[in-house]
């Protein structure tokens, strides 16, 4: 079966820091990957995706960046965090035709 | 652009009702429509996917329709229980090429079962 971890699972940073968290998929083959972030009192946000090695689109113009080194990783960076960079972070994927997507346990991320 | 409303935004029941939480979407052109259930500090997890040729789809206590024409959705939650104490959240997929399988969300619905 497939399974998506996430870590790691809390992170406290402070402003102007650098920012990486991982995202890796198992038990599945060229997935199409997401990261959303989910902020208080506002929805769910698509940030990235990515349908193979390399390939990222971005949905919103920020100071975030993210990279597909391998087939089942997907990692989200940042130079430099900004207070608004507080959220928790999800990373889903789905298979190839857009089906269903399966999200991972998130990182909540505070920047102080 | 697509939008996803959910209402209520937040509900409260006593143990045993049967609950209808309620989805709209604004363009009718989805691939397809998933609900999940986030708790607090948790990930989301998958209850139903409806696929846009489908009317409806069922898992346990569990009833989602479909009326793509209409932009609407429910979820029906039978004989609810303090363990589905949650949010709600629908999602519709894109339906437009090198978008395809981008999911819209509601914001959801903050639902309460007390004994």
């Known amino acids: 079966s497939q399974t998506i971890h996430q870590w790691p699972a809390t992170l406290v940073q402070p402003v102007g820091s650098p920012l990486s968290l991982e995202c890796t998929v198992e038990g599945t083959s060229n997935p199409n990957l997401y990261w959303y972030r989910q902020a208080a009192g506002r929805g769910l946000q698509l940030l990235f995706y990515?349908?193979?090695?390399?390939?990222i689109s971005s949905e919103v113009p920020q100071n975030l960046s993210a990279s597909r080194p391998q087939d089942r990783q997907f990692i989200l960076s940042s130079k430099k965090l900004l207070l608004s960079d507080s959220g928790f972070y999800l990373c889903a994927w789905s298979d190839r035709v857009g089906n269903e997507q399966f999200f991972g346990p998130g990182t909540r991320l505070t920047v102080l | 652009k697509q939008e996803v409303t959910q209402i209520p935004a937040a509900l409260s029941v006593p143990e045993g009702e049967n609950l209808v939480l309620n989805c709209s979407f604004t363009?009718?052109?989805?691939?397809?429509l998933q609900w999940f259930r986030q708790d607090p500090g948790k990930g989301l997890t998958s209850l139903l996917l409806?696929?846009?040729?489908?009317r409806e789809q069922t898992s346990g206590r569990l009833n989602a329709s479909l009326d793509k024409s209409s932009g609407r959705s429910t979820l029906y939650i039978a004989a609810s229980q303090p363990g589905d104490s949650a949010t709600y959240l629908c999602?519709?997929?894109?339906?437009?090429?090198?978008?395809?399988?981008?999911?819209?969300f509601g914001r959801g619905t903050q639902l309460t079962v007390w004994p």
């Open positions: 999602a519709v997929s894109a339906d437009r090429g090198s978008t395809l399988g981008r999911l819209y």
């Open positions: 990515s349908v193979g090695i390399g390939q």
């Open positions: 409806i696929q846009s040729s489908q």
């Open positions: 363009d009718s052109a989805i691939y397809n």
